[in-house]
């Protein structure tokens, strides 16, 4: 084995230190932003898409059930469900029939919703007229248009 020269050394050593502070500063940043998602709520969007063959009342079952069986979650702040406003822009989603928002205390809050036995009630209560669910999540403030005025 060839002997390292006192440049391939300080090269090491360059490479050695320069990955050490690298994983030092994402440990810390990874730090940072968990402690902070125990602070800032959490926003969990639901798109329902129904089967053809489901019924009118099936598809407001689940607006109901949505509502009622939310709500006293623990750690759900605020919920609302209602069916696609609208559809006739390029940029709107078009592949669901009913949107359910769900506004969580924490990241960690929805780990205990998901598994809450209301939730799983919903789950079981409209899973025949269920054709697919797709969810977006995500962390972050959330302002009023009141509080934005006396602010600004």
């Known amino acids: 084995m060839k002997r390292m020269g006192l440049v391939d050394r300080a090269c090491w050593w360059l490479v050695m230190v320069t990955a050490l502070y690298s994983f030092v500063q994402v440990a810390a940043a990874d730090n940072h932003t968990n402690h902070n998602a125990r602070n ?3 926003h969990h969007i639901v798109l329902v898409r129904f089967t053809e063959s489901s019924t009118k009342a099936q598809r407001q079952r689940i607006i109901e059930d949505s509502l009622n069986l939310l709500r006293t979650i623990p750690g759900v702040i605020a919920v609302a469900a209602g069916a696609k406003a609208r559809a006739d822009r390029a940029v709107h989603l078009s592949q669901y029939d009913v949107g359910i928002y769900v506004q969580l205390r924490n990241v960690q809050a929805l780990d205990a919703y998901s598994a809450h036995p209301q939730h799983q009630q919903l789950l079981k209560n409209n899973q025949e007229a269920i054709a697919a669910i797709n969810v977006i999540d ?9 509080a934005a005025q006396e602010h600004p």
């Open 40 to 42: 800032v709520p959490l």
């Open 138 to 146: 995500f962390s972050g403030r959330f302002e009023t248009a009141a």
